[in-house]
């Protein structure tokens, strides 16, 4: 397996990455349609986490990390590393002092496509740490790969520099280009959603706040 590795990426400004990371994952994939959520099986190996940084992009051979340990280096503070193991459970590709490393470099996350390992020493590190599963079988480097291309992560597609932010539901990819858009629609439904919370605490049932009662007659919906 070839491969190309691609030092310098475009990155978004700080403050348009620092305003997704105030935005729930929830809220960011409903304004985008419901989609840009990596698989529901992708989750922070702790909880209380919420993350958003420039993706850093790595696509390796299954059961490989070679290309991983390559990409702490080019990444710079503030990154997220964000990494194409196809999915695959049996063979860990990312571990404890590669997460040590990370941190080191000033990495915020790790986005794993496939298993880790060392859960104990990821728990305790500031570098959050998000993955599809958990395996002790340790990786081979007996293959290529490439950094900063476009790959695919927990069924998203994602480029470098798009912003990735993560929390206790899961991961979110934005577009970089579309992320000032995204950002405006995502707060104003905050302010709907902070509405509802009143609305609901004052006793008013979800079923009137959002309409349901309406939409039910438009599906033809009849009580008895």
């Not at 959050?128 to 950094?147: L, M, N, Q, T």
């Not at 919370?197 to 309406?214: A, M, P, Q």
Request: charged share 25%.
């Amino acid at each position: 397996m070839s491969g190309i590795i691609r030092r310098q990426i475009d990155r978004p400004r700080a403050d348009v990455v620092a305003k997704c990371g105030r935005i729930p994952t929830t809220i960011l994939s409903d304004m985008m349609n419901r989609s840009r959520a990596m698989a529901a099986e992708i989750k922070p190996v702790k909880t209380s986490v919420r993350v958003a940084g420039p993706a850093v992009t790595v696509e390796c051979m299954v059961g490989d990390n070679i290309m991983s340990h390559h990409a702490i280096y080019l990444a710079e503070p503030g990154d997220i590393l964000v990494i194409d193991g196809r999915g695959h459970l049996d063979t860990s590709i990312w571990g404890g002092i590669q997460t040590l490393a990370a941190e080191k470099q000033g990495i915020v996350a790790v986005v794993v496509d496939g298993s880790i390992r060392d859960v104990e020493e990821t728990r305790q590190a500031d570098c959050a740490v998000f993955c599809r599963g958990v395996s002790p079988v340790g990786p081979h480097k007996g293959w290529g790969g490439s950094i900063n291309e476009p790959i695919q992560c927990g069924g998203v597609s994602v480029s470098p520099g798009d912003i990735v932010v993560g929390d206790d539901d899961g991961v979110v990819v934005v577009p970089a280009a579309d992320a000032e858009r995204i950002i405006e629609k995502s707060l104003k439904r905050m302010e709907e959603e902070s509405d509802w919370v009143k609305r609901v605490e004052n006793g008013e049932s979800t079923v009137s706040i959002l309409g349901f009662d309406e939409k039910l007659k438009q599906l033809g919906v009849e009580y008895k």
